[in-house]
């Protein structure tokens, strides 16, 4: 299988296979983000392998902030600056961020991280509904920007094979916390379907955003008929143009900025420019209104930067460096191999090229992120919930860089291990699972071995 890759103004044809030993050659035993090493297929993904070697949900416990009753909304009272803390520069390591950054970039990149380990307050704008107080909760392992095993719920409705995310009823999201008792969430007795989802681990993300959606595209039609993926065409409300989705369980976001002003409202409920308005209590308006105490939206933008809260967060995650790849080995390098071999590269597509950019960090850089960022039909695996454009079972390819730190996998961290994901793999994931369980003992730990260093 080919790819036309169009990278500057010279087009270069790579097999996913290549792509694999492209990442070996570049972010292992280099370390660099240039351009990628083009070489010939070594094992096609319908080789043999005989020579490769060397949903119910229990909400119980909702957590509730009791402020009591109030008589009229107030401006938020968000936090405020005080002195800049100095530029972040380092190694590279989990948190860090990307090498080749401006000395303003890395500051923008310092005043984002103070914004996304801000906790926030009922007088800035919590709630009144909220999953937690702070992007640092549910994105701060093994460092901030990364994943945890926290969860957010979601239900609905499927009547006859169509699903109604009952969004009258506070659907298909739901809040487990509340700034006052009267605003708490509850799941309807009518819900047939519930979800469980973790976190995500945000590194390398402002890369990711830099990909053109004309590669995407082109990257989707490469693929086998049998495990092609269907590319997430959504409204991205920064620019109300229509992009090609790729953050989100669904790929329901296009930007970094969308991706950040709808966690802020979804799950802080922080209102901005772009999700000017509250959740509602179950759709319930009266009981909203009885706890709002803050003027919408919350979060304003700075006169004198031109900037709001969500800006900042978004700056931090486009400018947070890549996980940091470990050295290589010969298990290492030879569950590159395995790798291609199952057919986990048709749709963990190992790298794909950023087009032009302003920021030269993020211009023209080989993006080592095995995911093809298209939806693919999970079958029994996916989660029940239909995000438009994704139907119930279709999920986005998980990108897989630095998946070593963000135990448990899958999106309801049913997996404890990385061999137990695999394993759950259905639908179109179904054949290379197949190939995988056909391996033995030493191939199965070539590969893990081979995704534990990526």
Same mark, same amino acid.
């Given at each position: 299988?080919?790819?036309s890759?169009?990278?500057?103004s010279?087009?270069?044809?790579?097999?996913?296979?290549?792509?694999?030993?492209a990442?070996l050659?570049?972010?292992?035993?280099?370390?660099? #983000?240039?351009?990628?090493?083009?070489?010939?297929?070594?094992?096609?993904?319908d080789?043999?392998?005989a020579?490769?070697?060397?949903?119910?949900?229990?909400?119980?416990?909702?957590?509730?902030?009791?402020?009591?009753?109030?008589?009229?909304? $107030?401006p938020?009272?968000?936090? /405020?600056?005080?002195?800049?803390?100095p530029?972040?520069a380092?190694?590279?390591?989990?948190?860090?961020?990307?090498?080749g950054?401006?000395?303003?970039?890395?500051?923008?990149f +310092?005043?984002g991280?103070? #914004?996304?380990?801000? /906790?926030e307050t009922?007088?800035? &704008?919590?709630?009144?509904?909220?999953? !937690?107080?702070?992007?640092?909760?549910c994105?701060?392992?093994? *460092?901030t920007?990364?994943?945890?095993?926290? %969860?957010?719920?979601?239900?609905?409705?499927?009547?006859?094979?169509?699903?109604?995310?009952?969004?009258?009823?506070?659907?298909?999201?739901?809040? /487990?916390?509340a700034?006052?008792?009267?605003?708490?969430?509850?799941?309807p007795?009518? $819900?047939?379907?519930?979800?469980?989802?973790q976190? +995500?681990?945000?590194?390398?993300?402002?890369?990711?955003e830099a990909?053109?959606d004309?590669?995407?595209?082109?990257?989707? =039609? +490469?693929e086998?008929p049998a495990?092609?993926?269907?590319?997430?065409?959504?409204?991205d409300?920064t620019?109300?143009?229509?992009?090609?989705?790729r953050? &989100?369980?669904?790929?329901?976001?296009?930007t970094?900025?969308?991706?950040?002003?709808d966690?802020?409202? !979804? #799950?802080?409920?922080i209102?901005?420019?772009?999700?000017?308005t509250e959740?509602?209590?179950?759709?319930?308006?009266?009981?909203?209104?009885?706890?709002?105490?803050?003027?919408?939206? #919350?979060d /304003?933008?700075?006169?004198?930067?031109?900037?709001?809260?969500?800006?900042?967060? $978004?700056?931090?995650?486009r400018? =947070?460096a890549p996980?940091?790849?470990l050295p290589?080995?010969p298990?290492?390098?030879?569950?590159?191999?395995?790798?291609?071999?199952?057919?986990?590269?048709?749709?963990?597509?190992p790298?794909?090229?950023?087009?032009?950019?302003a920021?030269?960090?993020?211009?023209?850089?080989?993006?080592?992120?095995?995911s093809? =960022?298209?939806?693919?039909?999970?079958?029994?695996l996916?989660?029940?919930? *239909?995000?438009s454009?994704? +139907?119930?079972?279709?999920m986005?390819?998980?990108?897989?860089w630095?998946i070593?730190a963000s135990a448990?996998?899958? %999106?309801?961290?049913?997996?404890?291990?990385?061999?137990?994901?695999?394993?759950?793999h259905?639908?179109?994931?179904?054949?290379?699972?197949?190939?995988?369980?056909?391996?033995?003992a030493?191939?199965r730990?070539?590969l893990?071995?081979?995704?534990?260093?990526?």
């Amino acid at each position: 299988m080919k790819l036309s890759k169009q990278c500057g103004s010279s087009v270069r044809v790579v097999s996913r296979a290549a792509r694999v030993g492209a990442w070996l050659g570049v972010a292992l035993l280099s370390g660099c #983000e240039g351009s990628s090493v083009v070489g010939p297929s070594t094992i096609s993904s319908d080789a043999g392998l005989a020579d490769v070697s060397v949903a119910d949900v229990s909400v119980a416990d909702v957590r509730v902030v009791d402020v009591g009753p109030s008589a009229m909304q $107030a401006p938020a009272n968000r936090p /405020q600056p005080g002195m800049r803390p100095p530029p972040i520069a380092g190694p590279a390591a989990f948190g860090s961020p990307l090498t080749g950054l401006t000395p303003a970039q890395i500051q923008a990149f +310092t005043d984002g991280l103070e #914004e996304f380990q801000n /906790q926030e307050t009922v007088e800035g &704008g919590l709630g009144p509904l909220f999953n !937690n107080t702070g992007c640092f909760v549910c994105h701060g392992v093994p *460092a901030t920007g990364g994943s945890t095993n926290l %969860h957010v719920t979601r239900f609905g409705r499927l009547t006859a094979g169509v699903f109604d995310p009952m969004e009258n009823e506070g659907g298909s999201l739901m809040q /487990q916390s509340a700034i006052d008792r009267s605003a708490r969430e509850f799941i309807p007795s009518t $819900a047939n379907v519930t979800a469980r989802r973790q976190s +995500t681990a945000l590194f390398g993300l402002g890369l990711v955003e830099a990909i053109d959606d004309a590669t995407i595209i082109a990257n989707a =039609l +490469t693929e086998m008929p049998a495990v092609r993926g269907t590319v997430a065409m959504v409204m991205d409300v920064t620019t109300n143009t229509m992009r090609v989705g790729r953050f &989100g369980w669904k790929a329901q976001q296009a930007t970094l900025l969308a991706f950040s002003g709808d966690a802020y409202v !979804n #799950e802080m409920g922080i209102t901005n420019r772009f999700y000017p308005t509250e959740n509602a209590p179950n759709g319930d308006l009266a009981r909203l209104a009885a706890s709002d105490t803050v003027a919408d939206p #919350e979060d /304003q933008v700075d006169p004198v930067t031109g900037m709001a809260d969500i800006d900042h967060a $978004a700056d931090f995650m486009r400018y =947070l460096a890549p996980p940091p790849p470990l050295p290589p080995s010969p298990s290492i390098m030879t569950g590159s191999m395995v790798f291609g071999a199952t057919g986990c590269a048709d749709c963990h597509t190992p790298s794909m090229t950023t087009g032009a950019s302003a920021v030269a960090a993020l211009d023209h850089q080989v993006v080592h992120l095995f995911s093809d =960022l298209l939806l693919h039909d999970m079958g029994s695996l996916g989660d029940g919930i *239909a995000q438009s454009p994704a +139907t119930t079972t279709q999920m986005k390819t998980a990108v897989l860089w630095g998946i070593r730190a963000s135990a448990p996998y899958l %999106h309801d961290g049913r997996a404890n291990t990385l061999d137990a994901a695999i394993l759950a793999h259905e639908g179109q994931g179904a054949p290379s699972r197949d190939r995988y369980r056909a391996l033995n003992a030493m191939q199965r730990q070539q590969l893990l071995d081979f995704l534990g260093a990526i």
